[in-house]
């Protein structure tokens, strides 16, 4: 099967198609199954896109032969993307610019849809067309088939706005419309692993209506095969790229929140504790210059205190302190302070 590449589509998406997007890497002995989790879904029609980062394993030929086997022009098509390896981030931005549905389904390859979730999403938003995205539970599931836990919880909105910096559910558990995904505009590519915030954010910033639904939908397999994981130096950035993200579209609404901002600074101040520790003085300080302009009350007292530390200190010890910041931030008496003037009272 040749590879498929084509975006004709108005704004709003093919009419009833869900387009399923699927990035993977070196996933040959793990994708089929989560392929047959959209395969079998009760709903369709259904555009199933897997973007192939760049694998050097036989991760094509398995595409491949899947989608002979199982393709079905008016109700099951599936299409073969490729691109050298960009990470996870950049596949699904792929996805996203050559999916025709009107509603888009996120799915990692190591992961799995529950039989009736589209189904069920879709006329939630068939139903009610003021609802923009629905999503429900992730169940985590272990090698052996055993339920660990489920996660995923509602927004819970006040006018403090502490909700835009929470995590709330797992990529695969959201159905969303995709002039809404066009609307906030492409996740940032340098961002491998950290979608589950900064979309999320992105979307109720811009008051975007969602439904949650209390059951799950869909399955995160704990597994020992290959993950995305990040270097340290990584991990930092991306800290860092989250909390500009958000801080970026909130002040965009000019909304302003002592709580918000002070976890903001706390994610500043991790990536400052990594970069310390990886001896990226540059980085250090521009996270904690930046934790600093964030923070509010004693926690910016402490940060302060770090970023004149990280002058003289050696970088072992600067981890510790550093990692101190970050830890008090977390203490309910500092995300509890006064807001300052000319902001929303809590």
Known sequence: ????????????????????????????????????????????????????????DDTPDVIRRYAEAHTHPDSLIIRYLHQDNQGTTAARNHGLH?????????????????????KKQVRILKDD????????????????????????RPIERDETWTHVAVYHWQTC????????LD???????????????????????????????????CVWQVHSGPRNVESSLSSAMTSEIVADDILTNLRAQNIRCVKTENTLARYYARAGLIMARENDKTGARRCLRKATDTAHGTFKGLV?????????????????ITHAIWWRARQRAILNQAMRPGYRKE
């Open 129 to 152: 067309p003021s609802i923009d995205y629905v999503y429900g539970r992730a169940q985590y599931m272990d090698e052996s088939g055993h339920i660990m836990k489920e996660v995923g």
């Open 98 to 118: 050559e999916a025709c549905g009107e509603f888009i389904q996120h799915l990692d390859s190591d992961d799995r849809l529950l039989p009736d979730k589209l």
């Open 304 to 320: 302060w205190i770090g970023r004149m530390a990280e002058r003289v200190l050696p970088a072992a010890f600067l981890c510790r």
């Open 173 to 180: 558990a959201p159905l969303y419309r995709r002039r809404i």
């Open 183 to 217: 609307a906030i505009g492409s996740a940032d590519e340098r961002v491998r692993c950290a979608e589950d915030l900064i979309n999320p954010a992105r979307l109720k910033v811009r008051g975007f209506r969602e439904h949650f639904m209390p059951e799950p939908v």
């Open 1 to 56: 099967m040749a590879e498929q590449s084509h975006s004709h589509r108005n704004d709003e998406g093919r009419p009833g198609w869900v387009s399923v997007i699927v990035p993977t890497y070196n996933r040959a002995r793990m994708i089929v199954d989560a392929l047959d989790s959209v395969r079998v879904q009760t709903y369709r029609p259904i555009e199933l896109l897997i973007v192939d980062d760049g694998s050097t």
